[in-house]
């Protein structure tokens, strides 16, 4: 078959001198392009302009070649100094310090390269998952579609809350508005009609055009698409998406400043030592050496990748469990979130909606199959039916559409109800659409004779609020009883179930609703009531949140009684839940507003004042949204929460994380890795600042005092190399704590550092260093030659850090959660190094070592267990005091609770 070349963007007409898309008329358009308006392009020609003109991506910038990443490794002032004593040891001729000295740098960068690309490799598989979808209609039936695979000539349907994904030229449009800030800077939503406009008109005055990029902020429309991926103006003004790395978080660039005055201090120091050397009358070749291994000991430079690597391994486990990371800050975040803020349909119910109840006619119904329906109920349905933009289940096919309105097919169905004879019966000439915030929708229909009616459905008050009659059981209008129909609804929606009111009308014209606008002086048909169970996980993942310390707030576009019923099946409070409805938001003072559990009828306005207000308020907040109009608050919110399933682009494109199941169960799951993260983060500092401060500490006590050095320069870089990698990573894998969720969110802003953490990194600091200088004297006094002297101070010192690395799997418990193979394997492969280094003849003469005897091991055994139990013993006598009891005060209100102990309580 002949694909047609997609046309040429940048409004020039090609070299065919072909015009540009804006400038030509749909139907011209949809010949050119070998499409049809109505039904667009069949599946199997879709895929051979896949094939053809490739994918609908824009390219992406080349990645740096594995050699260049490698080198980036060493464009670091640390490595600088270390290459440049590497080369004055050398040229002193110390050949072995030199060479090991440079094997640091080596295999600090292959691990370096071996992090960022792990790092990379997870970030890039989370990009993938979070994928445009399109709707589109292929050979005449309307699907959903990702992105990528749009072809030209695609038909394209478009409405509020969608990304464009492709350049396309409106076939139809009905007040639609697109927002194309991200390709014209214009702040302002453009509105989209179309026709064909003149050759010469400029990109942000297309108003027939809808651009790749740009997303739709109301109405609804239909397209062709002209141009995909780097043809799009998108793709034109380059917004290229370059691989740059893995990206840093401010807790990264926190640590990573933090390592860096620390390197500076050190190596300052280093200086001071190599002076204080020279007058005590070391020789300056020894001290050089000395200097340079001291502050190589003491950086510990491991610490900012390991905390990148933290980071990754936690968004690689949110994944896992349905939480899509977009921001990696977030993973931060998480952790310390005190508030979630949470929709109710979709999220903590399963938006199954089956009607349980219709009220028309003054009565409610239950039906049996076969009986003749009163002509109010049947009114009711057919509504229902008319009123409604879904599709029906027919046999095979699962029915298409928004639950609440699947639901209402299924209902008529079920009472012998013909769906399709029904709609053809009465064709539909207009429709004002459901909108969030309107809450109502309403439809024309031409019946056989020539009549038009009208049909409306919506939120209960606002309905009442337009009708003036009421239809009686049997069929003939009435005065309305407004009172009495109220209470009707608000008994249903008490019951927890989501009401919708039915009304009829008679237009005047076949267009409606100008201005959008619905009409007024409606006759009420009646009411359905739906039941949407509740998610099972999320009823338990409520309550492990309240354990947690964290605040649930349900915010929700449903009735208040509907809601309060749903609050209290979730127990979400403590007692019978505070309930506001959007009209007493408005007039509620900020204090107050903070207090209460469940929002309803909240409009998008109001969901960011909550966010603004709880932040004021020093709480973290999650929020999680689905609209277009959600995208301000979902930005503003610590942790911006999408639903992967329902949401909308623009909410996912505004997000910080998406779930992929739409669940609550999800985001509890989410804080609970994001928790682990800093715990990892924590337990990793714990591990490597001591061992460090200690390799630094040994050599420059030595020195300042005049005494002989426990362990040579050299063998100082060989345990500095060593242990960081096959010990100190490990802890980056460590599982989560099994009680991680009954403790209180960490308190925001909290720093890393926690007088905890300092104590513990004190105490271990001083058993290294004391515990290597008594057993070096201590050794030479009993009749030791240096070498075995030394021997033993340097297995002494790698075995004390390998039973430290076990007490530091958990900082304040002494059993860690599972099973860490990484620190078994790490810790296997050190014990060998070690082996080696002490009975290998070459490494003896390298590394100046010498065989253990029996009591020497039994020495480091010793040793190494006693650093663990005094490891332990700080945290017996440092363990958290139990928590108080259900009065503990609330996040929210933690401003006013004494201070929390450190954030290693359990
Ligand atoms: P939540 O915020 O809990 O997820 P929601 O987002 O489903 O709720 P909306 O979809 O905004 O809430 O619906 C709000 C109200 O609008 C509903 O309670 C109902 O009364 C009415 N409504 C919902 N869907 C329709 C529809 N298709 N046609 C007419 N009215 C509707």
Redesign the pocket.
């Given at each position: 078959m002949r694909v047609p070349a997609p046309a040429r963007p940048g409004g020039q007409a090609d070299t065919a001198g072909r015009a540009p898309a804006h400038a030509l008329d749909a139907a011209e358009t949809i010949t050119l392009l070998g499409t049809d308006g109505r039904t667009g392009l069949t599946e199997a020609e879709a895929a051979a302009r896949n094939v053809h003109n490739g994918l609908n991506v824009l390219p992406t910038g080349r990645p740096t070649s594995a050699l260049g990443r490698f080198f980036r490794q060493f464009e670091d002032p640390l490595v600088y100094v270390l290459l440049a004593s590497a080369a004055v040891t050398l040229s002193l001729g110390q050949l072995v310090d030199s060479s090991v000295i440079f094997a640091v740098v080596l295999l600090n960068a292959v691990v370096g390269l071996l992090q960022e690309s792990r790092a990379e490799h997870a970030l890039a598989a989370l990009a993938g998952m979070v994928t445009t979808e399109v709707r589109v209609v292929r050979g005449g039936a309307p699907i959903r579609l990702s992105a990528e695979k749009l072809a030209t000539g695609d038909l394209v349907l478009l409405r509020a809350g969608d990304k464009v994904a492709a350049d396309s030229l409106l076939i139809s449009a009905r007040t639609l508005q697109i927002d194309e800030s991200a390709l014209t800077g214009e702040a302002a939503p453009v509105t989209k009609v179309p026709g064909a406009l003149p050759r010469a008109t400029a990109l942000a005055d297309r108003r027939n055009m809808a651009h790749a990029g740009t997303v739709v902020t109301r109405g609804e429309g239909t397209a062709v698409v002209v141009a995909i991926g780097a043809a799009t103006e998108l793709g034109l003004i380059n917004q290229l998406m370059t691989a740059t790395g893995v990206p840093t978080t401010p807790l990264t660039r926190k640590l990573a400043g933090f390592s860096r005055r620390l390197s500076v201090g050190i190596v300052a120091l280093a200086v001071v030592l190599f002076l204080v050397g020279l007058l005590r009358g070391y020789r300056a070749g020894e001290m050089f050496t000395a200097a340079v291994t001291m502050a190589v000991g003491a950086i510990p430079e491991g610490l900012p990748a390991a905390v990148s690597i933290v980071l990754a391994i936690g968004v690689v486990r949110m994944a896992r469990r349905g939480a899509i990371v977009r921001r990696l800050p977030s993973v931060e975040t998480l952790g310390s979130t005190t508030v979630v803020c949470t929709?109710?349909?979709?999220t903590l119910t399963t938006n199954r909606m089956t009607v349980t109840t219709v009220f028309a006619g003054g009565r409610t119904h239950e039906w049996a199959g076969g009986d003749p329906l009163p002509p109010a109920l049947r009114e009711c349905l057919l509504t229902g039916v008319l009123c409604n933009e879904a599709q029906p289940a027919d046999g095979t096919v699962a029915a298409i559409g928004?639950p609440?309105?699947t639901a209402l097919l299924t209902a008529a169905r079920e009472a012998g109800l013909d769906i399709g004879a029904e709609r053809s019966a009465r064709p539909r000439v207009d429709v004002l659409p459901?909108e969030?915030g309107r809450?109502?929708?309403a439809t024309v229909h031409r019946t056989a004779d020539g009549r038009l009616t009208g049909y409306l459905?919506?939120?209960p008050e606002k309905v009442l609020a337009l009708c003036r009659d009421q239809l009686r059981e049997d069929g003939i209008g009435e005065p309305l009883e407004r009172e009495s129909q109220r209470g009707t609804a608000e008994a249903l929606a008490r019951r927890g179930l989501?009401v919708?009111a039915f009304a009829m009308f008679t237009p005047a014209a076949e267009a409606a609703f100008p201005a959008d606008t619905p009409p007024d002086g409606l006759t009420l048909v009646g009411f359905q009531a739906m039941h949407d169970p509740p998610r099972p996980a999320a009823v338990a993942a409520v309550a492990a949140c309240r354990r947690a310390g964290i605040t649930v707030k349900m915010?929700?576009?449903?009735?208040g009684e509907t809601a309060r019923a749903i609050a209290r099946n979730f127990a979400l409070t403590e007692g019978e839940p505070v309930v506001l409805t959007g009209a007493e938001i408005a007039v509620t003072p900020d204090d107050a507003l903070a207090g209460v559990d469940v929002f309803a009828r909240v409009s998008p306005e109001q969901k960011l004042r909550l966010v603004t207000l709880l932040q004021e308020r020093g709480d973290v907040v999650a929020m999680t949204g689905d609209g277009v109009n959600d995208a301000p608050a979902l930005r503003k919110a610590d942790i911006g929460i999408a639903m992967g399933r329902s949401g909308t682009e623009v909410a996912k494109e505004a997000a910080d994380m998406v779930l992929a199941n739409d669940d609550f169960a999800t985001i509890e799951a989410a804080v609970e890795e994001g928790r682990a993260v800093f715990d990892n983060i924590r337990k990793f500092m714990a591990w490597t600042l001591p061992t460090n401060i200690a390799e630094g500490l040994v050599i420059l006590v030595a020195i300042v005092l005049g005494a002989q050095l426990p362990m040579l320069p050299v063998q100082v870089l060989w345990i500095n190399m060593t242990t960081a990698v096959f010990l100190g990573l490990a802890l980056a894998f460590e599982p989560k704590e099994t009680a991680i969720m009954a403790r209180r969110p960490r308190p925001p802003g909290q720093a890393l550092m926690t007088a905890d953490l300092l104590r513990r990194i004190t105490l271990v600091s001083v058993i290294l260093v004391a515990g290597s200088f008594a057993v070096f004297t201590w050794q030479l006094r009993t009749g030791a030659s240096v070498t075995e002297a030394r021997s033993i101070t340097v297995t002494v010192f790698v075995f004390a850090q390998i039973a430290y690395l076990f007490s530091c799997r958990s900082l304040d418990r002494f059993r860690p959660a599972g099973w860490n193979p990484w620190v078994l394997g790490g810790v296997a492969v050190m014990i060998a190094l070690q082996v080696a280094i002490l009975y290998v003849p070459l490494m003896n003469e390298l590394f100046h070592t010498a065989p253990l005897t029996v009591g020497g091991w039994l020495l480091v055994l010793g040793l190494a267990a006693t650093t663990f139990l005094i490891a332990e013993l700080d945290k017996y006598l440092w363990r958290p005091r139990p928590r108080r009891g259900p009065g503990s005060p609330r996040p929210s209100e933690k401003g006013t609770s004494a201070p929390a102990p450190a954030a290693t309580r359990g």
């Open positions: 929709d109710k349909t979709g928004d609440t309105e459901f969030s809450n109502l929708m459905k919506g939120a989501r919708l915010i929700t576009g449903d009735h």
